[in-house]
């Protein structure tokens, strides 16, 4: 049984944040943190095209949001869908 990991390294980290230009993908503000699309606990992928930057804000909010929609049962999935397309078109 292979154990998953959801930390990057940090020479993939350095090539996302170059990628996005230290800019919130969301936002637009500057950004560090290197988020996953789709969240590490559903797919275990942690490629470079399920990676995005975020400003401290805007990781702080989306994880809240997923949460609280996980809690609340809310079409937790169609949360997730909507924000990996979403950031596909920007």
């Known amino acids: 049984m292979s154990i998953h990991t959801y930390r990057q390294k940090l020479r993939v980290k350095e090539r996302i944040r170059k990628r996005d ?41 989306t994880r809240r949001e997923r949460k609280d ?4 049962n809310d079409k937790w999935w169609e949360y997730i869908q909507k924000e990996y397309l979403d950031s596909l078109s920007t």
């Open 21 to 61: 230009n230290y800019t919130c993908q969301l936002c637009v503000a500057p950004g560090w943190q290197v988020d996953h699309i789709i969240p590490f606990a559903i797919s275990h992928d942690s490629s470079e095209a399920n990676l995005r930057i975020l400003c401290k804000a805007c990781n702080y909010k």
């Open 69 to 72: 929609a996980a809690m609340s």
